[in-house]
């Protein structure tokens, strides 16, 4: 525990108050909590691999993935969901775009319904039916 | 559904029971046959040459059984396709669903950023 914690702790009791002292987070902070917790919707993540999966704004989701290969060399791959009125539009580099249909639709639908549903509890301690905050 | 399960389990059944065998052989040495399906398209003629040329009682039920899996594997494959296949009101739906929690997202963190008071705007 830090001394400006502890500090928080003795004037306020509790560790809550240690918010108090902090600055507001960014929206790149915040969307960086949000990715490291998305990363997780996808099942087990391979050794070495690192990966991210956020919302970016309205219309935007994106994949990311990096990993180290056996001889050192450095990959990743960005994939992005464009969200159209008519359909989902898969964009990765050097790969045709596409409007994904049947389980790779589904599948997309549950990692956004779940990272929804995640993401309003954890990161932003709010019930995600009605964006309220959550009871403690 | 459960009638093309039920005729792919008795015609997988009868196939093994007669069908193209390959002898294997474990690592003690007992040997047993494995089977393969569907054929290869080389064994699939080989199969219709020799059924036309030798038609018995015995290659006419098999010819059957044949045709009998391959339109339950048609369509059981076709009833998968449909099960997955969302009408294009649906993928609306979804689309529509998918901006909506992006756009609680963005009120929750311009919330938490303080750029913007409460409020209950919901997916």
Excluded: C
Excluded at chain 1, 8 to 18: H, I, N, P, R
Excluded at chain 1, 93 to 109: K, R, V, W
Excluded at chain 2, 40 to 57: G, L, M, N, S, V
Excluded at chain 2, 95 to 110: C, D, G, I, P
Aim: aromatic residues 10%.
């Amino acid at each position: 525990m830090g001394l400006s914690r502890n500090i928080a702790k003795l004037l306020t009791g509790s560790d809550e108050g240690f918010t108090l002292f902090r600055s507001k987070p960014t929206r790149r902070q915040l969307i960086q909590r949000e990715s490291e917790l998305g990363g997780q919707l996808f099942g087990a993540i391979p050794e070495g691999h690192h990966r991210q999966f956020f919302n970016l704004d309205k219309n935007t989701w994106i994949w990311y993935e990096e990993w180290t290969d056996k001889d050192g060399k450095q990959h990743s791959t960005t994939t992005r969901y464009e969200i159209h009125a008519n359909g989902i539009l898969k964009v990765q580099d050097n790969a045709p775009y596409y409007f994904i249909e049947g389980q790779e639709f589904l599948n997309l639908t549950a990692a956004i319904r779940t990272y929804y549903e995640r993401v309003s509890r954890e990161v932003y301690h709010r019930d995600p039916a009605t964006a309220k905050p959550l009871a403690v | 559904m459960q009638q093309i399960n039920s005729t792919l389990q008795y015609s997988e059944t009868a196939l093994s029971q007669r069908g193209t065998a390959d002898v294997a052989r474990t690592p003690a040495g007992r040997t047993y046959e494995t089977f393969r399906f569907p054929y290869t398209p080389q064994e699939r003629e080989r199969k219709i040459t020799t059924a036309k040329t030798q038609r018995t009682p015995e290659s006419i039920r098999n010819e059957q059984i044949d045709s009998a899996v391959e339109n339950a594997l048609s369509q059981y494959k076709q009833n998968q396709q449909q099960e997955q296949q969302l009408t294009p009101e649906q993928i609306q739906a979804w689309a529509q669903w998918f901006m909506s929690a992006a756009q609680t997202l963005e009120v929750m963190r311009e919330t938490e950023m303080g750029s913007r008071s409460d409020h209950g705007l919901v997916a």
